[in-house]
């Protein structure tokens, strides 16, 4: 009895100095750097800094002009390094695909292969950048993909619960929307998908008032469209009766729908949900320009871009340019000119003319 005594005392004197040693975090040693300054020790706590200076003609791995890292689990976060100032990092690609084995720096001379997130991609298919002297030359753009789409629409009385949010959805994206109690689809489901399709995602459902009765039975979702009355008017659209049980929604030219393009009769004899058509254009009037040749007022949609023929002048066709976005029309400053002579065109005018607006 006495011998299991000591050793349980044994037992309780040492295990907690066990259990501290196995959660005792791991010491830095002091890095080896070349072509810097540093003032080392022998190691170095959890947590703790080291600051370091590069010599002439090198510079950090990281921005700026001196640099800190961190120990961290016996590893140094970022890994001190000194690179020459001819080098590169790695240049900030917006939407560009994170790569677990991307390089911390890249010499002189040396190219990058950028990889585009799901639903970007290259514009204009360059995806390479050159380190020239320490700066990045010719650096590509991610941008949407034509075949992506933007963010699903909100549809009343439902939810999304197969994705996250995002504001871009690659090609053939699935989005299943759920709605919510006592509401069925058209097709008195719970539950419909729309996918992502060329840009563009396929007709939204439309979630539609259905309580259960009080003995247990469902009510049919819906009653044929005359029920309701007189059907909804939309400013700016236009309501047609497309089946029996309902009405479909078009809105005028220059104008964009909001909402389900679908309405239905509730078995409550009341509509469902009644969408809107919001303007959608720009408009520019000829008048108000006095090189413009007078042609009234222009309108486009969001978008659009469209050339206004200036007054002849020197013998060249004269053109301002104007770019509708957001509702707000942008005329151009400058002019573009195209020679009456055959044969000759002018396209990448225009693609100045995108720096100069």
């Avoid at 309501?239 to 104008?255: D, T």
């Amino acid at each position: 009895m006495m011998r299991l005594s000591y050793c349980s005392l044994a037992l309780l004197v040492w295990l907690p100095v066990i259990l501290n040693a196995q959660g005792t975090p791991e010491l830095c040693s002091a890095p080896t750097l070349h072509n810097a300054y540093l003032v080392p020790k022998d190691s170095y706590q959890q947590h703790e800094k080291i600051k370091y200076a590069c010599e002439n003609g090198y510079k950090h791995a990281v921005e700026g002009w001196w640099a800190e890292s961190v120990c961290r689990n016996g590893q140094w976060s970022p890994q001190p390094l000194c690179i020459k100032n001819a080098a590169c990092t790695p240049p900030i690609i917006t939407n560009e695909k994170f790569k677990e084995d991307s390089k911390s720096w890249y010499k002189n001379g040396s190219k990058k292969w950028v990889t585009c997130n799901a639903g970007y991609s290259t514009k204009n298919f360059h995806a390479t950048a050159l380190c020239d002297n320490g700066n990045w030359t010719n650096v590509p753009v991610c941008e949407k993909s034509k075949d992506a789409c933007t963010e699903p629409p909100q549809i009343a009385y439902a939810v999304i619960i197969n994705q996250e949010h995002q504001e871009v959805f690659p090609g053939d994206s699935e989005v299943t929307y759920q709605c919510k109690d006592d509401y069925v689809t058209e097709e008195g489901a719970k539950n419909k998908s729309i996918f992502c399709i060329s840009g563009n995602w396929t007709e939204s459902p439309t979630c539609i008032y259905s309580p259960e009765s009080k003995d247990g039975n469902t009510k049919p979702a819906f009653v044929p469209v005359e029920n309701c009355g007189e059907f909804p008017i939309v400013e700016n659209g236009l309501v047609e009766k497309s089946e029996p049980l309902a009405l479909r929604v078009r809105c005028q030219l220059y104008y964009k729908l909001y909402g389900p393009e679908k309405v239905v009769c509730y078995n409550s004899n009341k509509w469902s949900a009644i969408p809107t058509c919001k303007a959608n254009f720009c408009s520019v009037n000829t008048d108000d320009y006095s090189d413009l040749i007078p042609a009234g007022v222009k309108f486009m949609t969001n978008g659009d871009i469209i050339q206004l023929e200036c007054k002849n002048l020197f013998y060249f066709t004269n053109y301002r340019v104007v770019w509708c976005k957001n509702g707000k029309a942008t005329v151009s400053r400058y002019f573009v000119f195209s020679f009456t002579a055959p044969n000759i065109q002018f396209n990448k005018y225009r693609e100045l003319l995108f720096l100069l607006l």
